[in-house]
């Protein structure tokens, strides 16, 4: 099978290096990724400037496609002109730091994910929690494996994707799967305020990225207690529960 | 009541500047919106640099505080320290550009009022069509007041937002309101692949930015029939509806 591999860490991270060598008994992955961090840059596209696309080489072996653009630029890219043949799977991370919460919306890497649940391919963001230790990417990577080694014998529904988040412990601890719902709750963050050289204020984003209240069955429980969160996310937004009643408002404009 | 105004376009645009206006009669409206153009930003946030708050004036007047990132983080920012008071109501608008189905993910202007709801205050996502007139702004300010005054009136339910779009047409062309879901399918799109004056390729995002297929009972499709549409959006991106099916997989990792 055909895989691309994308993040949003950019095309010489750890976590897509990893992975690349993880998924390769499944088929051909290719990798076309940023070629620069762009971690927080959502669902950005590029339409005002135009995009380059560099062959990336690591001693002298060809590691895949680096793209001056967002995720979500690099799999449009890929899947409209770079790659001649339709892949099968898509594959976004290893993510070094938790995509969980709000954060999924913030997330370069889970928005590569929808671009490719959107243009028709199977698509997983995969992303690992930062802890006090060492980001143990090899053992994340390994865990991936067994898990895509799952998603490619089942079906996921068209515009479907699955958002895996892996705590930084090692195997032995990990306690399981948890299929949980995105927490869709407010996170303790403020902004710190300094004054540069010149006497003029700007603004830090700060705080913990925890939130203010812990939710039984949501990604960031699951993840905080120990277990692998997997989520189902869909991108087409519509709040379907709420359509009948807006209906029913007195829309006389 | 206290409304905060904000847009992807700019604080210089003039979809904001009339909007202002026309929102001035419902309370105090503080314009927090991006120093500069910021369309396809999605839902970006920046915590890799800090931010820079600007007072910004037209003619002598206050307009509001332009900032140096992205539609989200001006939301952010505003709502975490710059406004001392809470906000009732955020209107994200008036987009020049319609943000219809997978739009709306890459849209600064929708990320915006994604932020608002998630920080608790009901709102409204405004983008007015473009089409061969000129962009009808003072009409779609208009417009927007008018469903304004619906919306204040009635309650949204905490995590949810509207996405309205208005076609470019004169008010008496304009069909009436119709409650929307987002379109999921693909666009026309491609990339136009061209050479630089030293030879190397570059790559242009390019395509009509419509749907291969026209679904019934989309915002795409309403707009295109001459109707301001209405769709209520949620930022959890759980799919509910796959959450058992997932569940039932062998999950043994």
Chains 1, 2 share one sequence.
């Not at 014998?153 to 068209?158: D, F």
């Amino acid at each position: 099978m055909k895989i691309i591999l994308t993040n949003d860490d950019g095309i010489y991270s750890p976590g897509i290096l990893e992975l690349k060598e993880a998924l390769a008994p499944f088929g051909s992955v290719n990798v076309v990724a940023p070629d620069v961090q762009k971690s927080g840059v959502g669902h950005s596209i590029t339409f005002s400037h135009p995009l380059r696309v560099r062959e990336v080489y690591t001693n002298g072996d060809f590691v895949g496609y680096g793209i001056d653009g967002s995720p979500a630029d690099c799999v449009k890219l890929a899947v409209r002109e770079i790659l001649k043949e339709k892949s099968q799977l898509l594959v976004s991370g290893i993510n070094i730091g938790a995509n969980v919460g709000i954060n999924v919306l913030y997330s370069g890497t889970v928005a590569a994910a929808i671009e490719g649940a959107l243009l028709g391919i199977p698509s997983v963001a995969v992303s690992l929690e930062i802890s006090e230790s060492t980001p143990d990417v090899k053992g994340a990577a390994e865990t991936t494996k067994n898990i895509i080694d799952l998603i490619i014998k089942k079906e996921l529904p068209r515009g479907t994707l699955l958002n895996i988040n892996i705590p930084n412990i090692s195997k032995e601890k990990i306690k399981g799967v948890k299929i949980t719902n995105q927490f869709s709750g407010d996170f303790e963050e403020h902004y710190e305020k300094r004054t540069d050289p010149r006497g003029i204020a700007y603004y830090w984003l700060a705080g913990t990225g925890w939130p203010k209240e812990d939710v039984i069955g949501t990604d960031m429980h699951a993840l905080k207690e120990g277990y692998i969160s997997v989520t189902p996310l869909r991108y087409d937004l519509t709040d379907k529960t709420f359509l009948t009643e807006v209906g029913s408002w007195e829309w006389n404009t």
